[in-house]
């Protein structure tokens, strides 16, 4: 705030001429008398122009003709017209609007909407909740609901304000659970909410100057971090939030400067109860909220953590890029000076909008969760829906069948591990192909021990969950591992430090006793780096005498453990638990009990996947989506029969439909078959004509590509030989290019046709396969 | 010693005793304090020592030291301390039936604790106060070192072996020992720095965290920490730093870059002019000095190495009964005690997979103590237990494995068999494994899959140790090769009646 006038005075151009009127205005402001800021305005003037409309009064004072104590000159810097037509941005450090001074990093009021439903003004000056009267008396603020009152007012009267937390009478009623009864206002006086009841009440925002500019065409815009009150939130208002209290968030917008009311005050906690009589537009913010993660940070900690973790490298950084800051501060304060012209007719043009460019900004509406239509929640579910909902992978089964045995098996380790006084290291690799229940059996099994701890019946550990895929790189295990230990996020370097000390030497991490840790690698396998110096680390504590760390490793290479390192696989010890490939009974129980209670299959369908799944790969994700496809196939089915039936008779529609071997036998088809083989299978006479042909000449000449030219010659005498009509030569250039963009076919770059070169992009096994027995044109076979 | 010079070791017990001699004698010269535990191997060894002045065989040995102790009336401390020292299985036997003083406090394999400890004692983390079997590579770093520090000169040591053969432990040991001597013999204390280079995140940071340790509150960001160490070793050294630095270097393989220059630099450390730092690097490469630093050698300064032997037979046992001793009580069969450590040292000789194995079988035995209603018999961990876990350990199941698999991926494996037996080959590719795999389809009225399933077939059976398919740019084109024995295959599927058409014309 100081260096601003001083850069400005030492300029040899023309002094600016807010900087001498707008210091000590400010100045005043903030010194103001509890209650009665002195604001650019008289305080009397909006209960004046009480009966103006809503628009014109929300709008900045400068629009309103009573401005008696602001000279001309101070309300807006105006030297004279436009004189510099520049056709960029112009940046300020601080911007007189309307006779106020806002300078990048001020809090702001800001309107909310255009047509706000505002109950006129905000007066500056709150009015006494009992006697309703603005008045000169020294008020004070009840901490909860955050009412004025005069001291006289009260019963019994204070003499001064007290120390500490204050609350008026009411809501000390309200809470012991009485039913209060406010004083009502005089019947002829409007209540008029003051901007921070407004802001409390959503009715507007607060923001932070983050920077100023003004466009090519004159208007003045700033760019704001929006603060959110704590209703806003994810987590709506806890009982510890303070009434003041806002959240800072890291959503910004670009929103005209006319949307700016004035200023309040946002301070950090010291600041804040250091405050007593700053006036009513004070806040509180400790927390930054990320409005997309829903997430809150301590202010301080984020800019602590910014210096400190990076360490110098980004120090430097940082610091340049506040002088590049100051120096295009001083360059646009030298421009500022030339290009100050606004002008104040154009700004009055827009009078009667917020903001001129309506609907652009206000970003807060976006956030949040979309409302869920009430048909969607009222909609009764049939019996195909609701097993197509079980069906779906991500749900949860209650019980979870055939793997019995190799959950008591984990169940066993972890406890053997861990029961014991003396947590003792371990290790346990699970392998299994895909789809075999390996990841499900470990964390059902784990929930179970959760449920046991929770009963008393077991010591407490915690349970940390990885999955290799999920990490960006191998390393950040450690991170992840760390922050699930202690909470707090440091680098990976940082946190394999903390780790070692954790686990080789039996520090304390954090505050409490060190629990046994049960850390769970999914997909074990990504984990692996050049040296292995990652799973080294993980699988070296167990090994010592304090680490207290089981690990269950899963992977679906059955001899991962003998391709590492021997040096690594001797750390993993010789625990292993196979989850083998899922028979068709045990799939088909699988599936049963998914469907438990709902009649919407046939019971030889279901066995019909189970048997086709087991044949294949055994993987229970493949049988569970197959059924239901199937189930999907049918509901379409039925509701397309529904609908055909629906008018002639509305009865019909309510006969179940189960899904039938059918249903599962187009699902597999669908599952099973890649998609070129159906897209060949599909493909029109001509080009499977085409495909067959060219199939027999490159097996004929053993060669891998074929001219367009010979090709031609091939189809035509397969045509002939029997008895099709032979096809154009245009018509099958036409095929050869649709067959190409498929990319069935690969074809040569080129303008000529006649010997452009082709080639199967599939083997042409894959050929054969699809069109082997093709209904339509049963010759082709021969062929093949 | 006399005794630890004797030249050949004929037998390992004899090494064992050997060794427990050297190593009991250096602990009483040392006159370090002496726990119940120690006193009473001592007291073995007594007898013990009465034993060798005639090199015997083993079953001499023994017998005689038995005699001894019978004579002595030391039966209680024998039956604590020395038998288990040297079992052979013929020869435990007899005398389990013959030898009254093998009757020891009965364990209770149902109460908890007990268990508990046995498991405790059994776990790797848990290591022993001494270190059996490993005493004369022991007692050569201890001397290097002990060398280093009354010459106040540096030196360095590089120790290599298999992992699971008690590297690490031992130098460990050696740390707290030198300490110990050092502060005995009047020396300064050197100052000790261990570090696992795989906790390094980049090889270099190895000097900084020495040149931290020997110097906590040196801020010199001119030079890097090499030259700083460079500096100071090269330099006349200052009174205050007279301390001996002792870097222990784990897994020290870890710290090789592309140009080998850490791995050099931090060997020329210990051989410049005014160097105090005894250097002993860890790792399982037995020539890691010999193809790194060829430089180091021509300035003939090469370390000093020390190989770790894997374990034998005979330490395995005796170090698994050292750790059951502190018990007190028979846990475990003597024979199935013997059956795993020769199984373990027949196949790596890695003291941690032996003692899994342990912990295994005595979870194999706690599973059927549970089911056991009736309390007969199960009091001790028996050979079959130990069967099965070194069958879990060592013996993948193969044919039970081949057996659960879904049938395409049997008849891919058939297919392959069925190839490899046509062509006599050992390798194909894919496509032509495709081919023949539908003509067995065909061959038996079941639908062949497409090409792409037939491939992430191919990969599940890769996943499972069954096949390799190696990379190739097409699919067609992937190698894939058989990696367990055809006749395996051949033997698994036979019992399937499914298969038995197709493996007839294979038995042509």
Redesign the interface.
């Known amino acids: 705030m100081a260096a601003t006038p001083s850069k400005s005075r030492v300029k040899p151009s023309p002094p600016a001429p807010q900087t001498p009127a707008s210091g000590p205005r400010r100045s005043l402001r903030l010194s103001s008398t509890p209650r009665t800021p002195v604001h650019c305005y008289d305080p009397s003037s909006p209960r004046k122009s009480a009966k103006k409309s809503k628009r014109s009064l929300l709008k900045t004072p400068a629009f309103c003709p009573i401005t008696p104590n602001l000279p001309e000159s101070k309300r807006r810097r105006r030297s004279g017209p436009d004189s510099n037509p520049s056709k960029k941005k112009i940046y300020f450090k601080r911007v007189v609007f309307d006779g106020v001074g806002f300078e990048i990093g001020d809090a702001v009021y800001v309107k909310r909407r255009e047509d706000a439903e505002s109950d006129g003004d905000e007066p500056e000056v709150e009015e006494c909740r009992i006697c309703f009267e603005v008045g000169n008396f020294v008020m004070v603020e009840c901490d909860d609901c955050l009412g004025g009152f005069h001291l006289g007012c009260l019963k019994p009267p204070l003499k001064k304000v007290p120390e500490g937390d204050w609350i008026c009478g009411y809501c000390e009623a309200r809470k012991m659970g009485k039913v209060v009864e406010l004083p009502k206002p005089p019947a002829w006086k409007k209540i008029k909410r003051t901007a921070k009841e407004k802001l409390l009440s959503s009715d507007l925002w607060a923001a932070r100057i983050e920077s100023l500019w003004k466009e090519p065409d004159g208007t003045y815009w700033l760019r704001c971090r929006w603060y959110m009150i704590p209703e806003e939130t994810a987590a709506g208002r806890q009982p510890h939030n303070l009434r003041r209290e806002l959240y800072r968030t890291n959503d910004t917008a670009n929103i005209e400067m006319d949307s700016v009311i004035r200023h309040c005050f946002v301070m950090n906690p010291k600041d804040f109860f250091e405050a007593n009589d700053e006036g009513d537009d004070v806040f509180y913010c400790e927390y930054e909220y990320d409005v997309h993660w829903h997430s809150f940070k301590r202010i301080s900690e984020i800019d602590n953590s910014e210096e400190c973790d990076e360490g110098a490298g980004n120090d430097d950084e940082w610091k340049l890029s506040k002088d590049s800051d100051s120096q295009t501060d001083e360059d646009s304060e030298k421009e500022e000076d030339t290009a100050q012209g606004t002008s104040y007719r154009k700004y009055q043009t827009h009078q009667l909008a917020a903001n001129s460019r309506r609907g652009r900004i206000f970003g807060l509406q976006r956030i949040g969760a979309k409302r869920i239509p009430e048909h969607v929640r009222c909609h009764k579910q049939t019996e195909l829906e609701r097993a197509k909902a079980m069906l779906v992978l991500a749900i949860l089964p209650k019980s979870l069948p055939c793997r019995t045995k190799e959950m008591e098996e984990i169940t066993?380790f972890v406890k053997?591990a861990i029961c014991?006084d003396?947590c003792?290291?371990r290790c346990l690799y699970i392998?299994g192909?895909?789809g075999t229940g390996k990841t499900m059996s470990v964390l059902s099994v784990m929930r179970n021990l959760s449920s046991e701890v929770e009963a008393g019946t077991m010591r407490p550990y915690s349970f940390i969950e990885i999955n290799g895929l999920k990490l960006a790189s191998p390393e950040n295990i450690y991170k992840v591992v760390y922050e699930a230990l202690s909470g707090h996020r440091v680098g990976w370097?940082k946190a394999?430090?903390h780790l070692?000390e954790r686990f080789s030497e039996g520090i304390k991490v954090g505050r409490q006793e060190n629990q046994p840790c049960v850390l769970l690698l999914d997909e074990l396998d990504l984990l692996l780096t050049r040296?292995q110096?990652v799973l080294?680390?993980v699988f070296?504590w167990?090994?010592?005498?304090h680490?207290k760390l089981v690990i269950i490793g899963i992977a679906?290479?059955?001899?991962l453990p003998e391709k590492l390192l021997?040096?690594i696989s001797?750390?993993m010890?010789?625990?292993?638990l196979?989850f083998?490939?899922y028979?068709y009974q045990q799939l088909q129980e699988i599936i049963l009990t998914r469907l438990e209670g709902i009649d919407a299959f046939e019971e030889q369908a279901i066995e019909f996947a189970s048997r086709k799944v087991?044949?294949?790969?055994?993987d229970a994700r493949r049988a569970l989506e197959i059924c239901r496809r199937a189930a999907d196939l049918a509901d379409y089915r039925q509701k397309q029969l529904s609908s055909c039936t629906k008018v002639t008779s509305p009865d019909s529609s309510a006969g179940k439909c189960l899904v039938g071997m059918a249903d599962v036998e187009s699902a597999i088809q669908e599952v099973?078959?890649?998609p070129h083989?159906r897209i060949m299978k599909t493909s029109s006479r001509l080009s499977k004509i085409l495909l067959v042909s060219m199939v027999h000449e490159l097996y004929k000449s053993g060669l891998s590509e074929i001219t367009f030219d010979k090709l031609a010659a091939t189809v035509s005498s397969l045509c002939s030989s029997n008895r099709e009509d032979i096809p154009g030569w245009d018509t099958l250039l036409k095929v050869g290019c649709k067959l190409g963009e498929c990319r069935i076919i690969l074809c040569e770059e080129g303008t000529k046709h006649k010997l452009q070169k082709l080639q199967l992009n599939?083997?042409s096994?894959?050929v054969a396969?699809a069109l082997k027995d093709c209904p339509e044109v049963p010759w082709l076979s021969k062929y093949l | 010693m006399p005794v630890s010079k004797i030249p050949s070791f004929s037998s390992g017990s004899e090494l064992g005793s050997a060794v427990v001699n050297d190593l009991e004698i250096a602990g009483r010269c040392q006159g370090s304090s002496t726990n119940w535990k120690r006193s009473r191997s001592q007291s073995a060894l007594k007898s013990s020592i009465k034993s060798v002045p005639s090199p015997a065989k083993r079953i001499a040995l023994r017998r005689c030291s038995n005699a001894i102790v019978d004579s002595k009336g030391e039966c209680c401390d024998d039956s604590n301390g020395e038998p288990r020292v040297v079992p052979s299985s013929k020869t435990l036997r007899e005398e389990r039936s013959s030898d009254p003083c093998f009757q020891r406090s009965t364990w209770n394999p149902r109460d908890p604790a007990q268990i508990?400890a046995v498991?405790?004692a059994l776990?790797?983390?848990?290591?022993p106060d001494n270190i059996v079997c490993r005493e004369d590579e022991q007692k050569s770093i201890l001397d290097f070192c002990k060398a280093c520090i009354e010459q106040d000169k540096s030196g360095s040591l590089y120790v290599c072996g298999?992992?699971?053969t008690g590297k690490s432990l031992s130098v460990k040991k050696v740390k707290e020992l030198l300490v110990l001597w050092a502060k005995e013999a009047g020396f300064q204390a050197p100052e000790v720095l261990s570090i696992?280079c795989?906790?390094l995140?980049k090889a270099s940071e190895i000097f900084s965290k020495v040149i931290e340790k020997l110097h906590p509150h040196l801020k010199n960001n001119s030079c890097s920490p090499l030259q700083d160490l460079q500096k100071l070793y090269s330099q006349k050294r200052q009174l205050s730093s007279g301390k001996m630095m002792m870097i222990i270097v784990d897994?020290m393989d870890?710290l090789r870059t592309r140009d080998h220059q850490v791995l050099h630099d931090l060997f020329m450390l210990s051989t410049l002019p005014y160097s105090q730092c005894i250097l002993i690097g860890i790792a399982?490469t037995i020539d890691l000095a010999d193809r790194f630093l060829p430089r180091v050698e021509s300035l003939n300064c090469k370390p000093n190495v020390v190989t770790y032997c894997a374990y034998s037979k005979d330490q395995i046992l005796k170090i698994i009964q050292q750790r059951l001793i502190v018990l007190g009580y028979d846990i475990f069969e003597p024979i199935a005690l013997e059956f795993c450590a020769r199984k373990v040292a027949a196949a790596?000789g890695?003291m941690?997979?032996a003692l899994?194995?342990c912990r295994?079988a005595i979870?194999v035995f706690e599973a059927e103590l549970r089911l056991a209603t009736n309390k007969e018999e199960l009091k001790i961990v028996r050979f079959d237990h130990m069967d099965i876990a070194l069958s879990?350990?060592f013996k993948?199941l193969i044919v039970d494995?081949i057996q659960?698999?879904?049938?395409?991926?049997q008849i891919i494996l058939c297919s392959v068999v069925k190839f490899f037996w046509q062509c006599k080959k050992n390798a194909t590719t894919i496509?032509e494994l495709?081919?023949s795999y539908?003509e067995i389809c065909k061959g038996n009225h079941i639908p062949p899959?497409?090409?792409?399933?037939f491939t992430?077939?191919c990969r599940?059976l890769?996943?499972?140790?069954l096949l390799n398919v190696g990379q190739a740019k097409e699919i067609?084109q992937k190698r894939v090769t058989l990696k367990i024995d055809g006749s395996d295959v051949i033997f698994a599927l036979k019992e399937i009646r499914f298969f038995n058409n197709c493996l007839e014309f294979l038995n042509k």
Do not use: W
Request: proline content about 8%.
């Open positions: 066993a053997g014991d003396q003792l290291g392998h192909v895909p370097k394999l430090h070692n040296n110096s080294y680390n070296d167990p090994t010592r005498p680490s679906n290479t059955m001899n021997p040096r001797s750390r010890g010789i625990q292993r196979c083998g490939p028979n087991a044949a294949m790969s055994g099973f078959q890649a083989i599939f083997p096994d894959d396969f | 508990q498991k405790e776990h790797v983390a848990s290591a298999c992992p699971g696992n795989t906790l995140t897994e870890y399982n790596s890695d941690r997979k899994d194995v295994s979870e879990r350990a993948p494995t659960s698999l879904p049938q395409h991926q496509g495709n081919r539908s899959v497409g090409m792409l399933e992430n077939m599940a890769s996943d499972q140790g067609k």
